[in-house]
């Protein structure tokens, strides 16, 4: 390497600017000029200390993190035999924001032994205020159509997939959803009705695990699967009531869906 390719090098390496009149070889000990200051000695380096094993990360101890509240919901609802036990663990469980937020839990509401259970999404505001379910102007739309076809609330068990209102009457979440979800499908097992009905998209694909729309699945039979009960469920998604409150055109589909579970009620006999 050439001088000038060599002081290039430098340049690039920051060594740009001369601090002194002519190169100091570093590997050679240099005597201190007579009135030069005394430097402070430097301290002697440690003795490099002996070589420790390699601990590897995966294999540190690491803390077990707390059930999540999923867990806990599974957890409690498995735990509960009846539907009192159900109930009790609902209103001591503290893993869904919405309970703080909420007035009153809402659970259920109707015959449990029926063998027909109506599942919604969650409480409205007067729902909330009374701790029942479908009591306000859609649950006074969903006795009406239900008695069109002589059915009443001695006929049928009706709850929600979300026992807490939603501030606002906003949409679930999809984390409330899956905390919910395992009490929900507790109370099925505990009820064991011979058939559901599904009222509006987050009950729909709650239950049956999928992400359709609910004017694509309304009126079509499906089967649910529920732990704890061996053979799958006839269930049937029809409109929610508050939608239909919002699209009257719909209310035609919707009376064709509830012709079709009488229809099905009546082949019982």
């Known amino acids: 390497m050439d001088m000038m390719a060599a002081l290039r090098l430098q340049i690039e390496w920051g060594a740009d600017e001369a601090l002194e009149d002519a190169p100091v070889n570093r590997m050679v ?3 201190a000029a007579p009135n030069a200051v005394r ?4 301290r002697p380096l440690l003795e490099r ?6 601990v590897k990360p995966w294999a540190k101890r690491v803390a077990t993190p707390a059930s999540s509240p999923v867990q806990r919901a599974q957890q409690l609802a498995e735990s509960a035999a009846t539907r009192e036990e159900l109930r009790a663990a609902l209103t001591g469980f503290d893993g869904c924001a919405l309970s703080a937020t909420a007035t009153n839990l809402v659970f259920a509401d109707g015959n449990p032994v029926s063998g027909l259970m109506l599942i919604g999404e969650g409480p409205g505001a007067e729902e909330d205020r009374t701790g029942t379910p479908f009591v306000g102007a859609a649950g006074q739309l969903l006795d009406r159509m239900m008695a069109s076809v002589g059915l009443d609330r001695t006929q049928c068990l009706i709850t929600n997939l979300l026992p807490w209102r939603p501030p606002g009457n906003r949409n679930p979440t999809d984390s409330e959803m899956r905390i919910c979800l395992p009490f929900v499908l507790r109370h099925i ?3 064991q009705p011979r058939r559901l009905v599904l009222l509006g998209a987050f009950a729909t694909n ?3 695990g999928g992400k359709g729309s609910i004017t694509r699945l309304r009126g079509r039979w499906a089967e649910a699967v529920v732990p704890g009960i061996t053979a799958p469920i006839a269930a049937l998604p029809m409109l929610h009531p508050a939608y239909l409150l ?12 509830w012709l079709a579970l009488r229809r ?5 006999v």
Not at 39 to 42: G, L, S
Not at 49 to 54: S, T
Not at 264 to 268: A, F, V, Y
């Open 29 to 31: 000990a240099r005597a």
């Open 39 to 42: 430097a402070v000695p430097e």
């Open 49 to 54: 200390p002996a070589m420790q094993p390699l």
């Open 189 to 191: 097992a505990l009820v």
């Open 206 to 208: 709650a239950i049956l």
């Open 246 to 257: 919002r699209n009257g055109a719909a209310k035609r589909e919707a009376w064709a869906d």
């Open 264 to 268: 099905s009620i009546d082949s019982d």
